[in-house]
């Protein structure tokens, strides 16, 4: 079989929104809501030859999208596709969902379409750009007398949007996703895999025109997005890829491409709470792009600070269905819909109640069972003895920890059979060409060795020497793959909820009234090497909690900030219901700072109801077990023992463990003296 790489090879520049697929949890006791929640999928995945586009995945975004707008309660969806979606047929549909609007509606509009920058005839354009939707008779290339009617441009669709929230009025909510790249040129291709990205600006004159990296992102040019404006529904979108970044399509591990945010997207709905923001749900999205797709910067704009769905958020329980019984199974087989994308894996514990019936203390399991097989969405369940199906569904009680390593590609090269030898020694390392491939190591023409990431085809980190031996180069293994946990483990207790912000600060006093309005750049905090700034942790929940901050750079390398390095007794670090703390350095008033590289930083909360001790993350000596036994949760963050058995034995932990988490991005520029 060829080589795989999680990554594609075609463009879709701009703005293609994909909103996953919920199918995380079987949801129950759906509240109803006065919102009606309507939804347009506009999705082009074959043009029209003579456009020149190329094709694209959006045929398989389309079923993902639906089933989670569905799960979220959206009983009006329209999708418009392929050749019905030319710039008059998407137009007839913006008039047809205008038309359905009533006050307080939910409106949700999806693009999954190639887009482009244009040339700005309108002079409203800073850059002298427009950003524009690729319709199915959009053409891509500069044709005499063309004057950009057939593509759908920012200040149309901002049009069209206003109108929409005008009838939505201040109570109903609009929300467009938009998973695509804004410009760029095509990247090394991989395999048979796609880049959504790469079309030249559009020149409508004949005259030579270049894409330039704007301050703003689509849509966010005038005082259209101002939430308080003559009783106006919010509005927000996320897109996939700043101004100068391609998009990049993601390949699971049936071999199935998506849009990286749509993916993104579907992994962190799965887990949205009622409480929920459009920007706490923008980090979580961040925080999994950084795996997917690690040198792409999904942007936000609009009111952040609200609720999503104004709010309408149908909470899940961890509860999936039974499929039908598929005919290749055993007698006491099923298939239950939840899979990898919901972090049910091979080994974990499979609980069946009466429907209705939810697992607790004193209720007992009717059947039980541990999961055999597992794709993006299903799963393989061997249960223990036969039941008539129908009357139940199913719980996961315990999941496994989940399986730490990275699959690696190592390109010919003298020495390389050497090094790959050497590396696949350590348990965290694996080479299978029938996998998804998701590092690359390669020879460069200098004679030094690199690691690609397979996705962009960019190095990460620095270059190493022959002579650097196979130690530093698996040491940047491990941290990629402790990193790539760390970012996608979200935990969601209920009840368990907090939040994290950065206060800047210019001097060693604390101040919790700082702006940060000034260090905002589409909804990412950016601050320059030497910046100063505190932490803050915001307790929302009705209990006490402990709580854990770790810090991922660009280059994985990860800190704790909190415990810090100290003899540990946790006292600390618990904070009441209701409350906030201020966190600085050493637990004295000192000012934490930003070092380079420059690049996207995550820190990353962690809460629970018990203390846990996470110093370990960035120690690579084991804690004395003996001594001090490793609680429930701590066996989560165990990358010692984890990578040192690639979980072979399949240990669990209770899917009942109270533990939450809170991600904050920020990026670190260059500052105005170093630019």
């Known amino acids: 079989m060829e080589n795989k790489t999680r990554n594609n090879g075609f463009e879709r520049c701009l703005f293609l929104p994909i909103l996953l697929s ?68 998407v137009l007839g549909q913006f008039e047809k969902l205008l038309n359905k609007t009533q006050k307080d509606d939910v409106i949700l509009i999806h693009f999954s379409t190639h887009g482009q920058q244009i040339e700005d005839l309108s002079g409203d354009e800073v850059d002298g750009f427009d950003e524009a939707i690729i319709c199915h008779d959009s053409p891509k290339e500069f044709k005499k007398g063309y004057k950009g009617n057939r ?43 796609t880049v959504r990205g790469g079309a030249a600006a559009l020149s409508l004159t004949g005259k030579e025109v270049k ?51 749509s993916y993104a997207f579907n992994k962190v709905i799965n887990k949205a709470s009622a409480n929920e ?69 091979v080994g974990s514990k499979i609980e069946l109640y009466p429907l209705g019936n939810y697992a607790s203390e004193e209720a007992k399991p009717a059947n039980e069972g541990l999961v055999t097989q597992t794709n993006t969405f299903n799963s393989i ?74 996705v962009t085809m960019k190095q990460m980190g620095d270059s190493f020497k022959l002579n650097d031996g196979d130690d530093a180069i698996k040491t940047a293994i491990e941290n990629y793959t402790k990193s790539k946990f760390l970012l996608r483990f979200n935990p969601q207790s209920e009840g368990l909820d907090a939040r994290l912000i950065i206060i800047p600060s210019t001097t060693s006093q604390i101040k919790d009234t700082v702006s940060i309005a000034k260090f905002i750049h589409n909804g990412l905090v950016s601050m320059g090497l030497k910046q100063s700034f505190f932490l803050k942790v915001i307790n ?13 750079d660009v280059e994985n390398n990860i800190a704790v900030v909190i415990p810090e390095s100290q003899d540990f007794d946790g006292k600390d670090y618990w904070i009441e219901p209701h409350s906030s703390k201020i966190v600085a350095r050493n637990n004295e008033k000192l000012n934490f700072e930003i070092y380079a590289p420059y690049g996207s930083e995550t820190l990353k909360l962690f809460i629970s109801d018990i203390p846990i001790d996470l110093r370990s993350l960035s120690n690579s000596k084991s804690r004395n077990l003996m001594e001090n036994p490793l609680n429930n949760l701590e066996k989560v963050f165990d990358f010692a023992g984890k990578m040192g058995t690639r979980s072979i034995d399949k240990e669990t932990y209770s899917s009942k463990s109270k533990a939450s988490s809170y991600a904050l991005n920020f990026q670190i520029v260059p500052s105005d003296t170093e630019k």
């Open 22 to 89: 919920f199918t995380f949890f079987f949801l129950t006791g759906i509240e109803a809501f006065s919102q009606k929640k309507r939804a347009l999928i506009v999705a082009i995945g074959n043009y029209a030859p003579e456009t020149k586009w190329g094709k694209i995945s959006s045929a398989n975004d389309v079923p993902m999208i639906k089933e989670a707008l569905s799960r979220q309660g959206f009983e009006d969806i329209e999708v418009v596709a392929d050749e019905q979606a030319t710039k008059k047929g």
């Open 381 to 454: 369940v061997k249960l223990n003895r036969n039941l008539d199906l129908k009357k139940y569904w199913a719980y996961v009680s315990e999941k496994v920890y989940e399986d730490v390593f990275t699959n690696v590609s190592f390109r010919d090269f003298e020495q390389g059979e050497y090094l790959k030898a050497k590396l696949l020694e350590s348990r965290i390392i694996k080479s299978d060409q029938n996998s998804v491939i998701e590092l690359i190591l390669e020879k460069t023409d200098k004679g030094e060795i690199v690691l690609l990431n397979a």
């Open 211 to 261: 894409a330039k990296r704007t301050k703003e992102a689509f849509l966010s040019n005038d005082e259209k997005l101002d939430s308080d404006m003559n009783d106006l529904a919010p509005y927000a979108i996320i897109s996939a890829a700043s101004a100068n970044q391609l998009n990049y399509e993601i390949m699971d591990d049936d071999f199935k491409t998506y849009g990286s945010l």
């Open 540 to 552: 929302e929940s009705d209990q006490k909690i402990f709580y854990n901050i770790i810090d991922i």
């Open 151 to 193: 593509h759908l441009n920012d200040d149309e669709l901002a049009d069209w949007i206003l109108k929409i929230r005008t009838k939505a009025g201040s109570k109903g909510d609009v929300f467009l996703l938009a998973d695509a790249c804004h410009s760029g040129s095509l990247s090394r291709s991989v395999g048979t895999l």
């Open 277 to 345: 923001t459009y920007r706490s749900l923008f980090a979580k999205i961040q925080s999994e792009m950084k795996v997917l797709v690690m040198s792409q910067t999904p942007e936000i704009e609009g009111l952040l600070d609200r609720k999503i769905w104004a709010g309408a958020v149908v909470e899940a329980e961890p509860y999936y269905t039974i499929i039908d019984t598929i005919a290749d199974l055993e007698s006491n087989e099923i298939e239950i819909n939840g899979g990898e994308v919901h972090g049910i894996t």
